[in-house]
């Protein structure tokens, strides 16, 4: 038995742990809302409430169906829904509550619907351009003054304000900002308005009679949400890349406390500040964490001399929190679960009323994962003290996080792991492959030593020799869940162990085919993490690294840090490409270096194709683009092993997100490897492991500290290392089927497979794909098992029961 300290090996998986009554969620932190809730649509991302009270207004920015809706915020009803083609945050009731302004995000206008007895009359547009691509504008944040005379909207494409007036609907001023804006809000008297600048840590604030920029006030990084007291006189501003609030005294526009919304005091980003209201008394402030699904609450009663009171545990992703009368209002962007497909490869159970699972099976059409997440919005009565005391120590139970743990990390004594920066490692070398986008089951469902599926498995044994040795010779991990949805997050993921809000709200809506800026790797400075990538942590170490075709191809790279660092022959993704080619460029530069004693202490290599074509005729089947990624890992595995810096190396591989597929136990879990010569030896670990903490393995190997909150948060992968190495050599394994294959048949899947955009990772409607791949495989009438999401249930009662 080895001796672990500051862990469980206890197997954990996601969902509903019964003796604590709270909900894992597939990165390893927990759930547990207060209050009850209503269900809302995809990925809500603000609510508004009207002037007085009457009315609560949503809207709901996610892949699939984007919709405004209306609720009674005093009965926790909704009164009605209107589904609109393309929405983005900003929200505006006029004084009268007679009319609701919404973004229409990439239509690059403002809906204007009128509001009567509850219900959205027909929208009309107040246009500000030609809908995207022609032109990109896509309207954020919306203010209107008491009169609704003037109507002021900011936008993240072009990084404008808009000053309109809404009853001829002519654009009267565009002033250009620094940077993409996120929120605006207009002073009492109306002489001022405050524009968040998301991407250049400022709030701008204009002079609504000249129309001009008075002043710039620096803030904390990515300002997304303002908050204005009533006098006007303090201005509250959330800065989720740094995890604090920015309390501006708008007399002198100066900065006079920042409040920093962590649970440990920690300059780690992860918390992800992004919402504000205060207390009807304005004594209090909540703040909204999202990525610590937790309410920051602090008594603001003298302003500058802000004191900590405590935290609230609500749902996933909280974006946004008002307070009406003693109620506080959370709208969680992914819901209080992680939901399963109604479809998908197990039956999923209705609810009883306790929230629990009663093993009858209900019956919806196909999903895709990025629509899986459905918003709910939390009603919480303001907790008096002792309540307070009990919410912040469940917060504190639901986060595995520690400022302990970023300077210690859960161990094993004697491992080649080390616990901490300074303890020195054996392994020298670390290799770390990136692929695209398949499940576990998919690959690995046919081994019956781990809790696979072999009914969903499409690339067994067959086609993939190489990944089944790897996991057969080596450790077998059947816990392992990617930290992200989709490409967009996963490269951000994969690379910082954080995704910024940025990325976070943004990708939704360009994956749902509705416009925007797409370049998530590295192109885009307003994605960046506030102090970078694994890389920029090697630079500031003085580590030497490479990148093969990851964050840029052959001598390009999208960050500064990569630049002279990029294989002068790797590409990056393209589906014309074979992986072939790319272990070929990988071994060329690798050979070239070891002849000189250069080999890089961190390697990230992309090798890719096992994203597929899909059924386009012509290309690559699904089966020899697997084989072929199969094939090159294999190759690479070989080579290395073979060469002298073999025994101080290790190779972890892992997929950036797993969304191409079905799993049995969940939609995130992935193949994923870790090879080396001080790596166990045929072994199986059900221990829970994420994409956070291959990287933290990474980071105490090569003495690097934790980038985020969930990298110093996540188990290592101390249980998959061994202190006695085995320095027996990779030999590969040839491929099994014919890599020259190709698509020939003509049919309903081919025909969608050639509509499809394939020149960049997920371009191309992944559930579509995901059928296509299905079919090629089962039959082009067979039915594809959805994406499923573990069976996490909802921690509440009926408001009706609370009530009694």
């Given at each position: 038995?080895?001796?672990?300290?500051?862990?469980?090996?206890?197997?954990?998986?996601?969902?509903?742990?019964?003796d604590?009554?709270?909900?894992?969620?597939?990165?390893?932190?927990?759930?547990?809302?207060?209050?009850?809730?209503?269900?809302?649509?995809d990925?809500p991302?603000?609510?508004?409430?009207?002037?007085?009270?009457?009315?609560?207004?949503?809207?709901?920015?996610?892949?699939?169906?984007?919709?405004?809706?209306?609720?009674?915020?005093?009965?926790?009803?909704?009164?009605?829904?209107?589904?609109?083609?393309?929405?983005?945050?900003?929200?505006?009731f006029?004084?009268?509550?007679?009319?609701?302004?919404?973004?229409?995000?990439?239509?690059?206008?403002?809906?204007?619907?009128?509001v009567?007895?509850?219900?959205?009359?027909?929208?009309?547009?107040?246009?500000?351009?030609?809908?995207?691509?022609?032109?990109?504008?896509?309207?954020?944040?919306?203010?209107?003054?008491?009169?609704?005379?003037?109507?002021?909207?900011?936008?993240?494409?072009?990084?404008?304000?808009?000053?309109?007036?809404?009853?001829?609907?002519?654009?009267?001023?565009?002033?250009?900002l620094?940077d993409?804006?996120?929120s605006?809000?207009?002073?009492?008297?109306?002489?001022?308005?405050?524009?968040?600048?998301?991407?250049?840590?400022a709030?701008?604030?204009?002079?609504?009679?000249?129309?001009?920029?008075?002043n710039?006030?620096?803030?904390?990084?990515h300002?997304?949400?303002?908050?204005?007291?009533?006098?006007?006189?303090?201005?509250?501003?959330?800065?989720?890349?740094?995890?604090?609030?920015?309390?501006?005294?708008?007399?002198?526009?100066?900065?006079?406390?920042?409040?920093?919304?962590?649970?440990?005091?920690?300059?780690?980003?992860?918390?992800?500040?992004?919402?504000?209201?205060?207390?009807?008394?304005?004594?209090t402030?909540?703040?909204?964490?999202?990525?610590?699904?937790?309410?920051?609450?602090?008594n603001?009663?003298?302003?500058g001399?802000?004191?900590?009171?405590?935290?609230i545990?609500?749902?996933?992703?909280?974006?946004?929190?008002?307070?009406?009368?003693?109620?506080?209002?959370?709208?969680?962007?992914?819901?209080?679960?992680?939901?399963?497909?109604?479809?998908?490869?197990?039956?999923?159970?209705?609810?009883?009323?306790?929230?629990?699972?009663?093993?009858?099976?209900?019956?919806?059409?196909?999903?895709?994962?990025?629509?899986?997440?459905?918003?709910?919005?939390?009603?919480?009565?303001?907790?008096k003290?002792?309540?307070?005391?009990?919410y912040?120590?469940?917060?504190?139970?639901?986060?595995?996080?520690?400022?302990?743990?970023?300077?210690?990390?859960?161990?094993?004594?004697?491992?080649?792991?080390?616990?901490?920066?300074?303890?020195?490692?054996?392994?020298?070398?670390?290799?770390?492959?990136?692929?695209?986008?398949?499940?576990?089951?998919?690959?690995?469902?046919?081994?019956p030593?781990?809790?696979?599926?072999s009914?969903?498995?499409?690339?067994?044994?067959?086609?993939?020799?190489?990944?089944?040795?790897?996991?057969?010779?080596?450790v077998?991990?059947?816990?392992?869940?990617?930290?992200?949805?989709?490409?967009?997050d996963?490269?951000?993921?994969?690379?910082?162990?954080?995704?910024?809000?940025?990325?976070?709200?943004?990708?939704?809506?360009?994956?749902?085919?509705?416009?925007?800026?797409?370049?998530?790797?590295?192109?885009r400075?307003?994605?960046?993490?506030?102090?970078?990538?694994?890389?920029?942590?090697?630079?500031r170490?003085?580590?030497?690294?490479?990148?093969?075709?990851?964050?840029?191809?052959?001598?390009?790279?999208?960050?500064?840090?990569?630049?002279?660092?990029?294989?002068?022959?790797?590409?990056?993704?393209?589906?014309?490409?074979?992986?072939q080619?790319?272990?070929?460029?990988?071994?060329?530069?690798?050979?070239?270096?070891?002849?000189i004693?250069?080999?890089?202490?961190?390697?990230?290599?992309?090798?890719?194709?096992?994203?597929?074509?899909?059924?386009?005729?012509?290309?690559?089947?699904?089966?020899?683009?697997?084989?072929?990624?199969?094939?090159?890992?294999?190759?690479l595995?070989?080579?290395?092993?073979?060469s002298?810096?073999?025994?101080?190396?290790?190779?972890?591989?892992?997929?950036d997100?797993?969304?191409?597929?079905?799993?049995?136990?969940?939609?995130?879990?992935?193949?994923?490897?870790?090879?080396?010569?001080?790596?166990?030896?045929?072994?199986?670990?059900?221990?829970?492991?994420?994409?956070?903490?291959?990287?933290r393995?990474?980071?105490?190997?090569?003495?690097?500290?934790?980038?985020?909150?969930?990298?110093?948060?996540?188990?290592?992968?101390?249980?998959?290392?061994?202190?006695?190495?085995?320095?027996?050599?990779?030999?590969?394994?040839?491929?099994?089927?014919?890599?020259?294959?190709?698509?020939?048949?003509?049919?309903?899947?081919?025909?969608?497979?050639?509509?499809?955009?394939?020149?960049?990772?997920?371009?191309?409607?992944d559930?579509?794909?995901?059928?296509?791949?299905?079919?090629?495989?089962?039959?082009?009438?067979?039915?594809?098992?959805?994406?499923?999401?573990?069976?996490?249930?909802?921690?509440?009662?009926?408001?009706?029961?609370?009530?009694?």
């Amino acid at each position: 038995m080895l001796a672990f300290t500051g862990f469980s090996t206890f197997a954990q998986t996601p969902g509903l742990q019964q003796d604590t009554r709270q909900i894992i969620l597939p990165n390893g932190w927990k759930l547990s809302p207060a209050g009850h809730s209503i269900p809302l649509g995809d990925l809500p991302l603000n609510t508004q409430l009207s002037s007085s009270g009457k009315y609560l207004a949503v809207t709901n920015n996610g892949q699939s169906t984007q919709s405004i809706q209306l609720i009674d915020p005093s009965t926790a009803t909704v009164l009605d829904s209107c589904v609109v083609g393309k929405a983005w945050y900003g929200l505006a009731f006029t004084k009268d509550e007679k009319q609701l302004y919404a973004s229409g995000a990439n239509d690059n206008w403002i809906l204007n619907f009128p509001v009567s007895k509850g219900k959205l009359g027909k929208a009309d547009t107040i246009r500000l351009g030609k809908p995207w691509p022609a032109q990109k504008i896509s309207p954020a944040g919306i203010a209107v003054n008491n009169k609704n005379t003037r109507l002021y909207t900011v936008t993240k494409e072009d990084s404008a304000l808009y000053v309109i007036d809404p009853a001829s609907k002519k654009i009267l001023h565009r002033i250009q900002l620094p940077d993409i804006a996120y929120s605006c809000v207009l002073s009492p008297d109306e002489s001022k308005l405050y524009i968040s600048i998301w991407g250049a840590a400022a709030v701008a604030v204009v002079n609504t009679a000249t129309a001009t920029i008075n002043n710039l006030i620096a803030v904390g990084n990515h300002p997304n949400e303002l908050l204005l007291n009533r006098k006007g006189s303090v201005l509250y501003v959330a800065n989720a890349n740094d995890n604090t609030v920015s309390v501006i005294n708008t007399a002198d526009s100066k900065v006079i406390e920042t409040i920093s919304t962590t649970l440990y005091p920690t300059q780690l980003s992860g918390s992800t500040t992004n919402g504000l209201a205060l207390s009807r008394d304005e004594k209090t402030l909540y703040i909204a964490n999202a990525d610590n699904n937790c309410l920051s609450v602090f008594n603001t009663a003298v302003p500058g001399h802000s004191e900590s009171m405590g935290f609230i545990p609500v749902g996933w992703y909280p974006t946004s929190v008002k307070v009406l009368r003693s109620k506080i209002i959370v709208a969680n962007g992914k819901g209080n679960t992680s939901l399963p497909n109604p479809q998908g490869p197990q039956p999923v159970s209705k609810l009883d009323n306790s929230g629990i699972h009663t093993g009858s099976t209900a019956n919806s059409r196909l999903q895709y994962i990025a629509g899986l997440f459905k918003g709910t919005l939390s009603f919480i009565d303001a907790p008096k003290a002792d309540q307070l005391k009990s919410y912040t120590r469940q917060v504190y139970a639901n986060t595995p996080f520690s400022d302990t743990k970023a300077l210690l990390a859960d161990g094993e004594a004697g491992s080649p792991v080390p616990r901490k920066q300074g303890e020195v490692s054996p392994i020298k070398h670390v290799f770390y492959i990136i692929k695209e986008n398949r499940t576990y089951d998919q690959v690995l469902g046919d081994l019956p030593q781990g809790n696979g599926d072999s009914s969903l498995t499409l690339f067994g044994r067959n086609i993939t020799p190489n990944h089944h040795a790897f996991a057969e010779d080596f450790v077998l991990l059947d816990n392992f869940y990617v930290d992200a949805e989709v490409s967009a997050d996963g490269h951000n993921w994969s690379m910082a162990a954080y995704a910024t809000d940025v990325v976070e709200k943004t990708w939704p809506t360009t994956y749902g085919n509705r416009g925007g800026t797409t370049n998530y790797e590295g192109g885009r400075p307003v994605t960046y993490p506030k102090d970078g990538f694994i890389w920029d942590y090697c630079q500031r170490a003085g580590l030497s690294y490479r990148s093969y075709g990851e964050f840029g191809a052959y001598n390009k790279a999208n960050l500064k840090s990569l630049q002279g660092h990029m294989s002068p022959y790797s590409p990056g993704f393209d589906m014309d490409i074979k992986d072939q080619v790319r272990v070929d460029a990988w071994q060329h530069d690798f050979d070239s270096l070891l002849a000189i004693n250069q080999v890089p202490q961190f390697s990230t290599i992309r090798i890719s194709n096992d994203h597929t074509s899909g059924q386009r005729k012509g290309k690559p089947s699904p089966r020899a683009a697997v084989a072929d990624n199969d094939l090159a890992i294999g190759r690479l595995l070989d080579h290395l092993s073979h060469s002298p810096v073999w025994k101080e190396s290790v190779v972890f591989i892992l997929e950036d997100d797993a969304q191409n597929g079905p799993d049995h136990v969940d939609a995130h879990r992935s193949p994923a490897f870790v090879i080396g010569p001080y790596v166990k030896r045929k072994a199986v670990v059900h221990n829970m492991y994420s994409t956070s903490g291959f990287l933290r393995t990474m980071e105490l190997i090569l003495g690097l500290p934790p980038m985020s909150q969930y990298d110093a948060a996540a188990l290592p992968l101390y249980e998959c290392f061994t202190a006695t190495p085995d320095f027996t050599p990779y030999t590969v394994k040839p491929a099994l089927v014919n890599l020259e294959e190709r698509n020939v048949a003509v049919n309903e899947s081919s025909k969608k497979s050639d509509k499809y955009d394939l020149t960049k990772e997920d371009a191309a409607p992944d559930l579509e794909l995901n059928e296509v791949i299905w079919k090629y495989f089962k039959g082009e009438q067979a039915v594809m098992p959805a994406p499923k999401r573990s069976g996490f249930v909802i921690l509440e009662k009926k408001k009706k029961e609370e009530d009694d």
